[in-house]
């Protein structure tokens, strides 16, 4: 299972998928706690802003065993992704092109007039981005 | 079915009527028989030899005489005794019905009188049945009739003006109902026409419907008024069908996907209202003011914009804006905007539309865009021509569209629930069309139809923001430099943005070291009235350095204190010194002489606000002077009572 998750750089949830749908509240309990080391990481870097970054194997509870990778654009827009860690096909180079990907997707959704920044995301090409993303390697 | 074996079904016919009605001869003019046999045939397709009685009861009710009638028909032309339609009764009943629809009583004596043929209201025949084959349409895209379009303007034709059986398939021309809508035989002119010929289409009862609801129905809703006029969605088909049935299944009209030349017309020229140049970007900002005029949901339009900007680069193109006025049109009349972007709206296809639109424009120009009927003539030439064209490029990208054939089925199939959607929807739009039309002058971004007046008004018009420099990859063909050009030149609509700022002249500041001022402004124009300006702006030039300085000084060398009496002296001496000075030589070219006296006004400006600050500075040590002087004043008064003992 995985999980992907959009933050506003106020920390709030700008989107936020699970695939498989359950365990969704457990996520965002995931995303939440893990938004101290990102911003942890983000003062600490300083120039460099846009990273990619991985969160500590075991992070929580050593009996949930799953990674969490974290992103952050220039404009302090968080992207989180959670992966089982038995899914141990998974190398750094895919997470970082995910999450390229959603940078992309992301990108497009703020070119449309019509969104406002700080909305929720329900952009039907986002959802389908995503989805297709998420189902490629579960 | 061929003049050959309809001469001889209805000779047979006629032997049989004779038979069947017992010795009564059956006389049938050739155009009479050429009309009954088509529609036996139509209602009883060969190899039968008795005609179903579903379609023979729909044929009859189209005949719209009273039911009782109808049954007083069938009894006497012998099917109700035989217990079917054979030829020789169908003959007689449509015979009947001609009497009995001219005045005759239903007997069998009144066929024998000379009759005009039976008027029947446009008939369904069996190709209602392909609706519900898409296989057979290709997957098509209709083409969207244009309500505008001979709305009310059909013509009744003349009985005898049957359409010649061009093709076996071709029905008989179902006389236009005694209704008082007239109707006229012209074809289509968007997308009809030949293009249309080959195969029968009719349309019954729902389309007659339509047409006495839409007589009835009020403006739609909406505040494109206008546009909603102008809607795609009009299935126009029902008007062409009723006047040719020669509508080619593979065009239906009922796509809502496709843009009509009219409305690309319209959208031009509303993207030309918002930005003059056709090659040249709408900003995001600007086409959402527009298109939040629309009251749509603002989660629809973000769904409309994700499907219309192709390339995301956050500004529309002018297909890109063709789609998404059509999208948005579309869903104002009821459409569900779909999942990706239809083929007719990608912005390569409308490119290609679009050229030859634009070759078309030329020719269409000639005539007024509401087309009146008296036009409608001129309009089938033109449109035929158009519709021909479009033709071979529709089926072209049918064939290598790029979605596959399923999706285009799909999209088919689905379309087939639309036209019921269109049909009643089409309707409500079709009626204000005519308003519309007559008020809407020759190019409707000018028009005086209120709301297009009222979009025009209501819409500031907005500088296009500059565009960030990041979006430039995508955006291959932005010129900045040309869209503020064209800011600045845009008269036409009126859309008249301030030019931008004139960047202000930066003299050189050689003279003194004093801090520019913000505030300079722009050109001087001053007549140079040199001398004496420039001679006075030579000495405050002059002037300014020695009070401001000599008052610094004075005011660091004195920490507090009474320095006014010290700076009038100064000021005294500034005084004195125009006259020294006033025959300072001014030998100076005019260039020099303005930018002199640009300086000398920064200087003298700088100087004020030099000796302002100077001013509240003394102020503010006269008030603690002043307050000095109390306390001792008091003191004093404190001390004095001591020495009065």
Known sequence: ?138 | MEQGPAGGTSAAAGAAAAAGTGGLLLSLSETEQQRYSELFSRCCPPPEAAAGGSSVGELFRASQLPPDTLHQITEVCGAKRVGYFGPAQFYIALKLIAAAQSGFPVRIESIKNELPLPRFMALKNDTEVRYGTPTELHGVKFQVPHATLEKNSYKRTDEGDKQEPKSPLMSPICSPPSSPSTYQRIPLSCGYGKARSGLEQQHGAPYEVRHSTHQQDGPSSGSYGAKSALTCSAPKRSLSVEREQQDSSTQYSDDPWRITEEQRDYYINQFRSLQPDLNAFISGSVAKNFFTKSKLPIPELSHIWELSDVDCDGALTLPEFCAAFHLVVARKNGYQLPETLPETLLPEYLQAASLKAMRDCALFDSYSEPLPSSQQTRDLSRTEKSSAEEVPDNSALLQDGKKDDKQALKASTTLKTIPKEFQHLTVKTAAQEPNALKARPRSRSYSSTSVEDAMKKGEEPPTPPPRPQKSHSRASSLDLNKIFQQNAQAVRSGWLPPPPPALPPRPSVSQTEQPSEGDLHPQMNRPPSQAEENSSAKKEVVLAQPPSKPARRKLRTEAQGLETPELSPAINVTSSLPASKAHLPVQKQSSKQKRAIQTAIRKNKEANAVLARLNSELQQQLKEVHKERIALETQLEQLRPVTVL
């Not at chain 1, 999450?99 to 449309?112: E, Q």
């Open chain 1, 1 to 138: 299972s995985r999980q992907c998750g959009l933050l506003s750089p106020q920390n709030y949830p700008l989107y936020i998928r699970s695939v498989p749908t359950e365990n969704e509240l457990k996520f965002h309990y995931t995303v939440h706690t893990s938004l101290d080391v990102v911003d942890e990481k983000i003062s600490a870097m300083g120039k460099a802003l846009v990273d990619q970054r991985e969160l500590y194997l075991g992070l929580l509870y050593p009996t949930e065993d799953y990674k969490v990778y974290g992103y952050v654009t220039n404009s302090k827009v968080k992207f989180v992704m959670v992966v089982d860690s038995s899914n141990t096909a998974l190398r750094d180079n895919e997470i970082r092109s995910m999450f390229r990907k959603l940078h992309n997707s992301y990108t497009d959704i703020m070119c449309n007039p019509f969104y406002n920044p700080g909305d929720r995301i329900h952009s039907r090409a986002f959802d389908n981005m995503v989805n297709s993303m998420m189902m490629q390697v579960c």
